[in-house]
């Protein structure tokens, strides 16, 4: 994810990273509804 230089040579770091589990995703997609809920709530009652 980064690059250095060091004299003659170009040195990349290179990070890994795993997918979240199956119901890591089903949290999150449910917190992100209810956000959108509360967002569309909040501007029909303006």
Sequence with gaps: MSLYFKRNFIK???GIGRGKKLYDKR???AKKE???KIERA???AI
């Design 12 to 14: 990349v770091e290179l």
């Design 27 to 29: 949290q999150d997609m």
């Design 34 to 36: 209810s956000e959108r």
């Design 42 to 44: 909040m501007k029909q």
